[in-house]
């Protein structure tokens, strides 16, 4: 997993209520990505970060925002879940020298 | 709007057999093409990747095939193995952000 940490891995928790997930990174790298994988859809970008304080929106930012305060850490927060928010999310990051994104473990994460 | 078309979405191949999984995009501003592999419960990991300036890159038991002009491209595993039963997925990514657009995935089953 290249030094990437999620936490959870898993939560459930109830509609309108706030939601945050953290990636956290061991490598130093610069760029940082928020995926979501729902099945027929492969996953999608929600959004991704360029550095600290550096953010933009992805494919699918709607319902969702990010925070970078330190490099090694981005986290992404659904200001209040809904049931279509039910999603296995991923956090990514880029090793510029190889030119590849590394994925984490992933978090399941079930709004009822 | 789905930029990047994966087919078929599940495959049956026999041990020994190819297993060849096509890809088809329609942002001609995409300059890097990566295959992911991901095991239940794992996220992602980036299997082979090329880049439009050749047509054919090989790793092992692993080769993508690009053309250019069709705009696709397709991973061929030769003599499948029941370890690589797995999710395929296909991406593409602009240089900007190398934020990756991916495919909906494929589902390989190698029966022993």
């Known amino acids: 997993d290249a030094g990437i940490t999620q936490s959870p891995r898993h939560k459930v928790t109830e509609t309108g209520t706030p939601v945050t997930l953290r990636c956290h990174q061991t490598e130093n790298h610069r760029y940082m990505y928020w995926y979501r994988q729902d099945p027929g859809h492969g996953l999608r970008l929600i959004h991704y970060?360029?550095?600290?304080?550096?953010?933009d929106k992805g494919e699918v930012s709607d319902g969702y925002s990010v925070s970078r305060s330190k490099t090694e850490d981005f986290l992404l927060t659904l200001e209040s879940a809904t049931s279509s928010q039910t999603s296995v999310y991923f956090c990514?990051?880029?090793?510029?020298?190889?030119?590849?994104?590394?994925f984490g473990p992933g978090t399941r994460l079930t709004v009822t | 709007q789905q930029q990047v078309k994966q087919s078929p979405q599940s495959l049956i191949v026999q041990k020994g057999g190819i297993s060849i999984i096509n890809c088809a995009y329609e942002n001609t501003a995409f300059d890097y093409f990566p295959w992911y592999q991901q095991f239940p419960g794992k996220g992602p990991a980036l299997l082979i990747a090329?880049?439009?300036?050749?047509s054919e890159k090989k790793e092992g038991r692993f080769t993508i095939s690009f053309n250019k002009s069709a705009k696709q491209f397709s991973l061929h595993i030769m003599d499948s193995q029941p370890g690589d039963s797995a999710t395929y997925f296909c991406?593409?990514?602009?240089?900007?952000?190398?934020?990756?657009?991916f495919g909906g995935g494929t589902r390989v089953l190698v029966k022993p």
């Open positions: 990514a990051t880029l090793s510029q020298e190889r030119d590849e994104q590394y």
């Open positions: 090329i880049r439009p300036d050749v």
């Open positions: 970060s360029y550095g600290v304080k550096d953010t």
């Open positions: 991406a593409a990514s602009i240089p900007a952000g190398n934020k990756l657009t």
